[in-house]
């Protein structure tokens, strides 16, 4: 059981990893553009996130707080893209804000996984 909870873990961080590295890709260009690579990440990490907010393969108490406000972060991300892939339809790019956001609140849930014990 705790084998099959480090693979989901492993999930979890390919879909944090191709998230971030699609938005990282489009930041080192300088282009303020939204892939599909970015919703493909967010939805791994999504659905991988949910397995792990069950508590199974463990001896600890989850931190359901914690859990919270990862799956409120994610919806905001969430939201962004969606809002970001409308407006990229119809202007070819999205605001920088927009941009700027969908990386930093993805970073903000990797830290707050990591830091917050
Ligand atoms: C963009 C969205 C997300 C990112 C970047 C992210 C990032 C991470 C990272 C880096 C870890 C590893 C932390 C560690 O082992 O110390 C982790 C663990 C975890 N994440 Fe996420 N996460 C996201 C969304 C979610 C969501 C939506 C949920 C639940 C609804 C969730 C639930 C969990 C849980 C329960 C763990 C701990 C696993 C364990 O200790 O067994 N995550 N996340």
């Given at each position: ?15 944090f990893?191709?998230l971030f590295?699609?938005w990282a ?48 972060v ?28 969908i990386g930093v609140l993805t970073l903000l849930n990797a830290g707050i996984?990591v830091?917050?014990?």
């Open positions: 059981m705790e084998i099959l909870r480090h693979v989901v873990l492993l999930v979890h961080l390919v879909g990893a191709l590295g699609a890709v489009e930041a080192v260009n300088r282009r303020y553009a939204v892939t599909r690579l970015m919703n493909y990440g967010l939805l791994v990490a999504g659905v991988a996130g949910f397995a792990l907010a069950a508590p199974w393969g463990i001896e600890y108490d989850l931190n359901y707080v914690k859990i919270g406000v990862k799956l409120v994610l919806l905001a991300i969430g939201a962004l893209l969606g809002i970001g892939s409308a407006r990229q339809r119809r202007n070819g790019s999205v605001p920088p804000a927009l941009f700027w956001s996984a830091l917050w014990r």
